[in-house]
């Protein structure tokens, strides 16, 4: 493992699922889920992540389009928590939505907009 992108995918990683979230998955982790944990958050918070090519707030949306397509919607909405905490905003989350219903599908679309529902009202933005 690469410590030096292991801390920096770490705090990248807090910064956008929250101190808590991430804690509680480290924490969680065990012989079975560890090394996984330490890869994501070396590789796809350290690598991805904190490539400085993309702002956080353009990653966000991007992945909420992604995960959106993909359907899993329990990820999906910790990452419109975090697209919060990067700075989109409701009208932005709206148009990703809008993009994912476009090019994947009304059913995904609905499903985005049931979650995001969820997150906004929790979030004081509804």
């Known amino acids: 493992m690469d410590t030096e992108r292991f801390e920096k995918g ?7 699922l929250g101190p808590d979230y991430v804690a509680r ?3 969680a982790a065990d012989d079975l889920t560890r090394p996984f944990q330490e890869m994501i958050t070396e590789w796809c918070w350290g690598f991805g992540w904190a490539d400085e090519a993309l702002d956080a707030k353009t990653r966000s949306l991007m992945n909420l389009a992604m995960i959106g397509a993909l359907g899993r919607m329990p990820e999906w909405e910790a ?7 990067n700075g989109c905003s409701r009208d932005e989350i709206r148009a990703a939505i809008h993009m ?5 599908g009304v059913p995904a679309a609905v499903d985005c907009f049931r ?7 929790e979030a004081g933005e509804l």
């Open 100 to 104: 994912v219903g476009i090019y994947c």
């Open 115 to 121: 979650s995001a529902r969820k997150v906004l009202e």
């Open 79 to 85: 990452h419109c928590k975090g697209a919060l905490r």
């Open 25 to 27: 998955n480290l924490e």
């Open 10 to 16: 770490l705090a990248q990683r807090k910064a956008t």
